[in-house]
């Protein structure tokens, strides 16, 4: 429940950021990238670069995420692995020794 609380609030906030920028600048700009050159209003190019930025951010997360999770199934594994070992060495000490 309160991670679609906090999603509901993040897309919010995304939303209201985009209207607050895209209100109050109106002034076309010239940007240069490496290839060429184009004319943007001002508020339409800080949108796309805090996008672009937005979704950049996602995808740097996620792998990090994932390499997280890889990582913590294979501790599982190897746990559970180890614990079976301890129980078959008991039980044959325990059979040992009755």
Request: charged share 10%.
């Amino acid at each position: 429940m309160f991670k679609y609380i906090f999603g509901f609030v993040i897309v919010l906030a995304i939303v209201l950021v985009a209207i607050t920028i895209g209100a109050n600048n109106d002034q076309v700009i010239t940007f240069n990238y490496m290839f060429a050159q184009s004319d943007f209003k001002l508020s339409t190019l800080v949108a796309i670069l805090f996008g672009f930025g937005l979704i950049l951010g996602w995808l740097i997360t996620g792998i990090f995420y994932l390499k997280i999770r890889l990582k913590n199934m294979a501790l599982t594994r190897q746990v559970k692995r180890l614990n079976q070992q301890v129980n078959e060495m008991t039980t044959s000490l325990n059979n040992k020794a009755a």
